[in-house]
């Protein structure tokens, strides 16, 4: 599975969870821009309820975590724009000093 995420598209990701065995309530996608950050625009609806979408939006920076709540039942049925975005850490939220220069 490793080898289908590596500089993997959104889509191609969205295939790749579909395929995991029901038996996993949690998977952990570790892949480059933009398919990490075009997956989290792909399932969080872009309809203002998400200020940590908005954050997204903005930048999606090298080593950022976004940690996702989908409701469904069976990985087979991920794609549709359900799920809540639980958590945005960007490396600058745990140390200041990875942030962008002050100007």
Request: net charge negative; proline share 8%.
């Amino acid at each position: 599975m490793g080898t289908a995420i590596y500089l993997a598209s959104s889509a191609s990701l969205l295939d790749v969870l579909r395929e995991v065995d029901d038996a996993h309530e949690t998977v952990m996608v570790v892949g480059h821009c933009p398919a990490v950050e075009d997956l989290v625009f792909d399932l969080v609806p872009d309809d203002g309820s998400s200020p940590l979408r908005d954050e997204v939006e903005i930048k999606y920076p090298t080593a950022a975590l976004a940690q996702l709540e989908i409701p469904i039942d069976h990985w087979a049925d991920i794609g549709k724009p359900v799920a809540h975005l639980k958590r945005f850490v960007r490396p600058r939220d745990l140390d200041v000093s990875l942030g962008p220069d002050e100007e």
